[in-house]
């Protein structure tokens, strides 16, 4: 047990400096670097079975957290407790070093990468974490006067749009179901603004009822609207149905949004120039627009779901765009990027899966980026029926610039809804 208790713990190291790479070291004083896959042992020596240490007890490897890193997190403290990380605790067996020591090696290659991903991309201005924020709206817009219009504004993307904007002045109304998550980010965004032009609605993008009766008090008490960003969704909902039959995907990412649109676009008009932009998703390169079985009733998956009604969203703001030319009123659609957000709250695997690798998603300040950009920028003043995603023009899949199927798609959108849109 003695040979145990002799591991080596190494002192605090500077990142980037020669001392820096053995961050890990044994029994016997052979030394493992985070960049590199075999022990480092002195110039010239072989590792052996022998120098990785035969004794059958624990060996606990451990790595000093660098001094450098933890200044990075403004003076916070070392995530490990005492300074340092436990890394790897296993039994050598004479027998098994010979199947163990490649395995040893690997782990400790992809742990040190780890720690040096870890610790050098979570500084302020991590490049890492710069990539993964991607673009960044840079437009200095004032909104003043203007009457901004943001489904699902109580959440996520949705309520960092409506942070955004109000802090540019505009009179914002966050249409969303849920009226006390509603009301609680008015309440967040008044005081952090100083604008208190920002009320809450009620709106269910699942019930065409709701959707008509929002309309009709909106028209009865706004004059004006000069942007809508059709922003709710939901994502891998198990099977179900809206109050009017759709299947939950198609009946709140398209048809709920497609008769919101419908019904205020008069008001749109008689306000240009004017804007509507659709919140879509890169997942809509997966979808495919199945009119033989639109509803899904003959064969459902929860994840196809959500990119069929994302192509939906792309077509709708492509035909959309083509009817409104000449209006003054434009139409564009977005892909907001992967967003740390409660949109995957019906899935728990998803869930645990964005908990996990939060680190590499956007944050839904960053999320939001793309739909602020689309409202505001005034390079956009003219474009329309266009796909964006970090604030600049995105590839749209084959089937998303299929202009028949997007007319096709109107025409049924009509149907299902019981409206005349011509």
Known sequence: MAAAAAVSRPSRLLLG??????LFTNTSGTRVGASSCRPLGPPGRVPDNQSLGTAPVATRFTAQFPTALREQHS?????????????????????????????????HCMLGSVVLLWGGSRGSHGTFRRYVAGGVCKSTTKLNGKVVMITGANTGIGKETARDLAQRGARVIIACRDMAKGEAAACEIRAETGNQQVIVKKLDLADTKSIR???????????????????????????SKTAD??????GVNHLGHFLLTFLLLECLKQ??????????????????????????????????????SKL??????????????????????????????????HSILMSLLWKTFSFFLKTPREGAQTSVYCAVAEELESVTGQYFSDCRPAYVSPQGRNDELAKKLWNVS?????IQWD
């Open 17 to 22: 400096s020669q001392a820096h790479r053995p």
């Open 75 to 107: 003076g916070s403290e070392s995530p490990f407790p005492n300074g340092t990380s436990p890394v790897l605790r296993i039994r050598h067996y004479p027998c098994h070093l010979e199947r163990e020591a490649p395995r040893l090696r690997a782990a």
């Open 213 to 239: 009766e929002f309309a009709e008090n909106f028209l009865a008490e706004e004059k004006e609207l000069h942007i809508l960003i059709n922003n709710a969704g939901v994502m891998l909902c198990p099977y």
């Open 245 to 250: 039959g759709f299947e939950m995907h198609l």
């Open 271 to 308: 306000s240009a120039p004017a804007r509507i932009v659709n919140v879509s998703s890169l997942a809509h390169h997966g979808g495919r627009i199945r009119f033989h079985d639109l509803q899904g009733e003959k064969c459902y998956n929860w994840g196809l779901a959500y990119c069929h």
């Open 312 to 345: 939906a969203n792309v077509l709708f703001t492509r035909e959309l765009a083509r009817r409104l030319q000449g209006t003054g009123v434009t139409a564009n659609s977005l892909h907001p990027g992967s967003v740390y957000s409660e949109l995957v709250r």
């Open 414 to 418: 009509c149907e299902l809804l019981g």
